[in-house]
C-alpha cells in the first residue's frame, strides 16, 4: 500500500507563499494521479488541484493562477506552490494517491494545516 507524508504547512499572512510537500511511499510513484484536496471547518473535502502521469493538471477555480501543482518522480513527491494567498485559503490541506491503473489502490495523508490571517 501507499503511505503519504505531507509537510509545509503553516502560518503566512494574507498575499503571502507556501510551499506543501507530499512524499509518497509508492514504488511505482509515476503510475498515480497526486492530487491536493482541502477542508475547512464545516466544509467538505474539496479538490485543490491534481496532476496525472502524463503531467496533465487541473485547477479549483478559486485557485487558478495563484496555485501550482507539480512532481518530482524520481523523488516520490508532489507539491503545491500556494502564492497571493488569501484568508478563504485556510483549511487543512490533504495530499491523495490515486493509481491509474487499480481504481480501487490508494491513499491519503494526514493533513497539514494552512493559516491565512493578518
Known sequence: QVQLVESGGGLVQPGGSLRLSCAASTD???TYTMGWYRQAPG???AL????????TTNYADSVKGRFTISRNNAKNTVYL????L???DTAVYYCNA?????IG???WGQGT???VSS
Open 28 to 30: 511505482i510513484f509515476s
Open 43 to 45: 466544509k467538505q473535502r
Open 48 to 55: 485543490v488541484a491534481r496532476i496525472t502521469s502524463r503531467d
Open 81 to 84: 506552490q500556494m502564492n497571493s
Open 86 to 88: 488569501k484568508p478563504e
Open 98 to 102: 490515486q493509481s491509474e491503473f487499480n
Open 105 to 107: 489502490v490508494g491513499a
Open 113 to 115: 494545516q494552512v493559516t
